[in-house]
T-cell receptor
Framework: AQTVTQSQPEMSVQEAETVTLSCTYD???????LFWYKQPPSRQMILVIR??????QNATENRFSVNFQKAAKSFSLKISDSQLGDTAMYFC?????????????FGAGTTVTVRA | KAGVTQTPRYLIKTRGQQVTLSCSPI?????VSWYQQTPGQGLQFLFE???????NKGNFPGRFSGRQFSNSRSEMNVSTLELGDSALYLC???????????FGPGTRLLVL
């Protein structure tokens, strides 16, 4: 079974500054996907970014970027130029790429608060 | 394209009752997954359907069941509700199996 660990329960950042969320995972798989989802107070789960394990290049989506270290099984999310709308809970998630067990396995989440 | 929709958005039930939740995936998506979110257990996978077949099941009792229709819409049913079933139930759809999942707004179930 895959486990995903987010060691930071809460983080606070000033508007326009940068914050980095950490995520580590444990797997024996070689091919898999990693995701970051955000869940604002509305509780709607929104995809932030996706990374395929076979790609060495780190994924980027506008102000969101990841640092994927496959050997270290680490997948951190950097939010640049933080905005008030970024206030949310952020979940790191893992999905196998092969086989039949392709559910999303989530970490416990990190609550990010952006201060004005 | 419309997103994933879930109905109802809120439900209040009493112990022992049963409940049915509905999920309509993004148009063209054929895989639907269900997750339970609680403060204590976090996000846990319930089951996944593709082409009307349950392909994958999480570690939940048999009181939790689901199905998928030919139009890819899915329902999940919980029988003999317990207080611990109070949770946010999230549905997610993907174009195919092992593809990025997009979530609906969730159904918040409160069991009294």
């Amino acid at each position: 079974a895959q486990t995903v660990t987010q060691s930071q329960p809460e983080m606070s950042v000033q508007e326009a500054e940068t914050v980095t969320l950490s995520c580590t995972y444990d797997t024996s798989e070689n091919n898999y996907y990693l995701f970051w989802y955000k869940q604002p107070p509305s509780r709607q789960m929104i995809l932030v970014i996706r990374q395929e394990a076979y790609k060495q290049q780190n994924a980027t989506e506008n102000r969101f970027s990841v640092n994927f270290q496959k050997a270290a099984k680490s997948f951190s999310l950097k939010i640049s130029d933080s905005q008030l709308g970024d206030t949310a809970m952020y979940f790191c998630a893992f999905m196998k790429h092969e086989g039949v067990d392709y559910k999303l396995s989530f970490g416990a989440g990190t609550t990010v608060t952006v201060r004005a | 394209k419309a997103g994933v929709t879930q109905t109802p958005r809120y439900l209040i039930k009493t112990r022992g009752q049963q409940v049915t939740l509905s999920c309509s995936p993004i148009s063209g998506h054929r895989s639907v997954s269900w997750y339970q979110q609680t403060p204590g257990q976090g996000l846990q996978f319930l089951f996944e359907y593709f082409s009307e077949t349950q392909r994958n099941k999480g570690n939940f009792p048999g009181r939790f069941s689901g199905r998928q229709f030919s139009n890819s819409r899915s329902e999940m049913n919980v029988s003999t509700l317990e207080l611990g079933d109070s949770a946010l139930y999230l549905c997610a759809s993907s174009l195919w199996m092992q593809e990025t999942q997009y979530f609906g707004p969730g159904t918040r179930l409160l069991v009294l």
